[in-house]
């Protein structure tokens, strides 16, 4: 505030500040002391009155002379302050009292001794009266002889103190307010001498300012004052020199430019004709990465496709094991070049995003569900955590979000060697109606990441770890990539990492809100029902219930799968039955067997039972349990197929003769269009041993010819060939199809093509739809059944289930499958169906005993305990015979009896059997 005054008010404020606070507090403090004085006067008086009244009283005292004593209290009134006098004898009593009742209350102290007590109005004294006393001439009570007589009391006012204060106060504040007031004249006086110079400083300033150089100061009648105008001047003068001088360089500067206007229009010239080049340079480059892709693409199709063909025949173990690292290795590739030409996308701007609506956690949860076979070969665990106030139903582009999703939790497997990977998506901000502020964000237990890596990671071509050691390899290209898309999608990404802790991947996003699917399964049959949940790992059991809850279930959680079975069945009648559960089991908690019998425990205590495990132990607990189809799913646990299979086991759906597959007489006539012949016998291959009839060529004009000679349910049209290529045969068939008025056969592109808009340019072109290399068996399928209406079987597999002969029959003893029970280790198949061997008999008579007994309980355990041991070994027959007996005896089927007696037949042939073969 003192910033804002100006010099007067300064002037003022210094000179009126002190000299008011100096006059207040000496006032005050004369004031004070007078008052102090007419106190302690008021006092003194008091008490030298009281000390003459004492004398005076004595004899009256003494006779008791009530009436002199009121003549003595009536002229002490007339002392000045006096208020009240009264005359007390030796027992208490008063005799005589003049004056208005007394405000104080009587004085504490010694009756033989002068006492006081005081308040803001008025002092009351107590003066004890003795036989004999004597005043001296100073007025003095020196003498006190004799008994005591009694007592004289006194009240002295306070209003004549407090009016003499208040006249002196008043006097004080008066000649404060009068020398206060001839201080402000002067310091008025003093300001007018400087604010009217400064007044003209201000004024020659401001004509400076608008450029009147010319302005100069008179003297101002002070030394200071007069120096200030002085240079003012001065600088007055310099501005004007300044200001030619300024003039004169423009004016040659002017020539300068306009001298040099030819040179600059030939540099113009010179940029027009580079730019001209770079842009052709960017077409070029652009062809180059477009035919690059086709012909990497291409034999990768091949590759791919020709591995999974050869997948499907006899091999031995080592074989398919060459093989998986032949297919792995060309997908790795496959991924390379994808990154690479994403990134070329980018950088030509040429990258185009889609707004499609889709749900977000069902595109989180299929992205964790893609990569969680690579997490679970690490033994690593992936949870997806949808907060509930997060909209699910988005528009965007989902294609592109589970680009940059996929990128951030592979990178979070591949820097993590144990622990969890937790991928949680929340509402950031929801203030606005039609748009959703979201956050996602990656969050592992990995190596983590320094500063220095930190600041190096969203570089291109640039890891974290780029020694010639490290165990991750890739192109650098991935988070670059995913920064790019989030960029361009209007949101922001970003990373928070601590060295051997883990790392936090985040992005946020603005995306529109789209409608509520409509196509979501009903949960009536789920509403308000109980299920049971045994999770080991903290966060995935936080995962699992809160998507339970969504499905509108009433979760029950438990520690272990014995406190779950007894939980069940303490809670089986009423409206507390349990009558689901969900285990959640892998092969080191939980294993397979003991797994099998608790989930028959369960059944029969009326509770249904999905288990949930790695992706890399299915094999083990899809032969563990008797109806795996149903009961069986991979994690992490996907909302949608946790609804379907909880509803399935609620409700079992009977397959009803409407929905039964119907056989189709009429083979799809495809007609496959491709100049690579790996590729074009790849295509025909894999779509004959699916059923289909198939005519092949190698180029556009025998397509266009195959086309106009016959009629094709679907053409696959390969797009790059030499001569006539896809898009010019697909523009001849459809002006030929014009022209003869026919309905136009689907066309579907087979492109290696992976730069932007090709999509658009190949639908424009005529083209139904379009396939990217390189192609697998489902995409087949999927689309010709999309554009033709013409089912397609999936092709057999020799060894699907390594079961079956050439007449339909069973093995009883099949040494292959053993040994590929058994990981390829012949030893440990040995090892497994010698144990069987040796148990067989005393498993035959425990079962013939159990018959004999009717004892149903030990008859069902016995058979699933045989069932599970045939499950490690080549056994075929008698697995079959076991399942068969184990299902029946669960159900109570009549029918059970004569499984039974086909298990027994099947245990005697497996023994004559092994027999044979040894």
């Not at 307010?177 to 201080?183: P, S």
């Not at 004509?207 to 240079?231: F, I, Q, V």
Request: with cysteine; hydrophobic share 40%; glycine share 6%.
């Amino acid at each position: 505030m003192f910033k804002d005054l100006g010099i007067k008010g300064r002037v003022l404020l210094l000179t009126l500040l002190p000299t008011s606070l100096l006059a207040l507090v000496l006032g005050g403090y004369f004031t004070w002391v007078q008052q102090a004085d007419f106190q302690a006067q008021l006092l003194q008086r008091g008490q030298i009155i009281a000390e003459h009244l004492a004398p005076l009283a004595a004899p009256a005292l003494k006779r008791g002379d009530a009436q002199l004593l009121e003549h003595i209290a009536d002229h002490a009134l007339d002392q000045p302050d006096v208020r009240a006098v009264s005359f007390i004898s030796i027992n208490h009593k008063r005799l005589a009292h003049a004056g208005p009742r007394m405000l104080n209350e009587a004085p504490a102290g010694e009756s033989d001794s002068l006492a006081l007590s005081s308040n803001t109005d008025a002092t009351r004294f107590l003066q004890p009266v003795f036989e004999e006393q004597r005043v001296d001439a100073g007025d003095t009570l020196h003498t006190r002889d004799g008994k005591l007589l009694g007592w004289v009391e006194l009240e002295m006012s306070h209003q004549g103190t407090l009016l003499r204060g208040y006249r002196s106060l008043l006097a004080s504040l008066l000649l404060i307010g009068t020398g206060l007031g001839v201080t402000a004249l002067l310091a008025l006086r003093l300001s007018r001498t400087i604010n009217e110079p400064l007044r003209r400083i201000k004024h020659g300033v401001a004509l400076l300012k608008e450029g009147r150089l010319e302005t100069r100061l008179p003297p101002l009648g002070s030394h200071e004052l007069d120096e200030l105008a002085s240079g003012i001047n001065r600088m007055a003068e310099a501005l004007q020199t300044a200001q030619e001088e300024l003039q004169h360089n423009i004016d040659q500067a002017t020539e300068d430019v306009r001298q040099n206007l030819e040179t600059i229009e030939i540099q113009n010239i010179e940029l027009d004709l580079a730019r001209k080049e770079a842009l052709e340079a960017s077409r070029i480059k652009s062809e180059f990465l477009a035919n690059m892709s086709h012909e990497i693409r291409t034999p990768l199709n091949g590759i791919l496709g020709f591995t999974n063909l050869l997948k499907k025949s006899d091999l031995t173990t080592r074989q398919q094991d060459y093989l998986g690292t032949i297919e792995k290795s060309a997908e790795s590739l496959l991924g390379i070049i994808n990154e690479v030409l994403d990134f070329s996308k980018i950088e030509a701007g040429k990258l185009m995003l889609e707004s499609l609506p889709f749900n977000l956690r069902d595109l989180i949860q299929d992205t964790l569900t893609i990569l969680a076979p690579a997490a679970h070969e690490k033994h690593l665990e992936l949870v997806s955590l949808v907060y509930r106030d997060t909209p699910l139903n988005l528009v965007g582009d989902p294609l592109r979000l589970k680009q940059v999703l996929t990128n951030l939790v592979s990178n979070a497997i591949k820097f993590t060697r144990e622990g969890t990977i937790a991928v949680r998506a929340m509402l950031d901000d929801d203030s606005e109606t039609d748009l959703a502020q979201l956050r996602i964000s990656v969050q592992d237990t990995g190596i983590g990441l320094s500063d220095a890596d930190l600041r190096a990671l969203f570089q291109a071509f640039s890891q974290a770890d780029n020694s010639l050691t490290r165990q991750a390899g890739g192109t650098g290209l991935g988070l670059v990539i995913s920064k790019r898309l989030v960029e361009q999608m209007g949101g922001e990404i970003g990373v928070s990492s601590t060295p051997g802790v883990g790392s936090e991947f985040w992005i946020t996003l603005s995306l529109p809100k789209a409608p509520t699917d409509s196509d979501d399964l009903p949960l009536a049959l789920l509403s308000r029902r109980r299920v049971a949940v045994l999770e080991a790992l903290e966060l995935t059991r936080q995962s699992l219930c809160h998507q339970l809850e969504d499905l509108g279930l009433d979760v029950v959680e438990f520690p272990s799968i014995e406190a779950l079975v007894e939980g069940v069945a303490s809670l089986r009648q009423g409206k507390q039955a349990i009558g689901l559960a969900v285990i959640g089991a892998d092969a080191e908690s939980l294993a397979p067997e003991p797994l099998s019998q608790r989930i028959w425990e369960l059944e029969q205590l009326g509770c249904k039972s999905l288990v949930l495990c790695p992706t890399t132990e299915q094999g083990l607990y899809h032969r563990a349990l008797p109806e795996a189809h149903s009961q069986l799913q991979a994690k992490p646990a996907c909302t949608r197929k946790l609804q379907q299979a909880l509803t399935g086991l609620v409700a079992p759906r009977q397959l009803r003769k409407e929905d039964r597959p119907v056989s189709i007489n009429h083979r799809p006539r495809l007609l496959c269009v491709d100049d690579n012949p790996a590729n074009l016998l790849l295509v025909q291959t894999l779509l004959s041993d699916m059923g289909a009839d198939v005519r092949a060529v190698d180029n556009g004009v025998s397509a266009v010819e195959a086309v106009q000679r016959e009629r094709f349910d679907l053409v696959l049209m390969d797009v790059q060939m030499p001569g006539m290529d896809g898009i010019q045969a697909t523009a001849t068939i459809r002006r030929w199809e014009n022209e003869q008025r026919m309905d136009p056969v689907p066309i579907i592109a087979l492109t290696a093509h992976a730069l932007a808009n090709e999509k658009r340019a190949l639908l424009q072109s005529g083209m139904d739809d379009y396939l990217t290399k390189p192609i697998g068996e489902r995409q087949l399928i999927q689309v010709i059944l999309k554009w033709s209406g013409l089912s397609l079987g999936e092709p057999p597999s020799p060894h699907s289930n390594g079961e079956l002969l050439a007449n339909g029959d069973l093995k009883v003893l099949d040494a292959e499958e053993g040994l590929r029970l058994a990981a390829g280790k012949a030893d440990l198949a040995a090892d497994m169906l010698a144990m069987l061997l040796a148990s067989l008999d005393a498993d035959r008579e425990a079962i013939q005993q159990a018959q004999v007994n009717g004892d149903r309980n030990t008859l069902l355990e016995r058979v699933h305990r045989l069932h599970g041991a045939t499950r490690y070994c080549g056994v075929p027959q008698l697995r079959a015979a076991c399942q068969r007996s184990e299902t029946l005896l669960k159900q109570n089927d009549p029918a059970s009896r004569q499984a039974l007696e086909e298990l027994d037949a099947a245990i005697v042939r497996l023994a004559q059997t092994a027999r044979v073969s040894a």
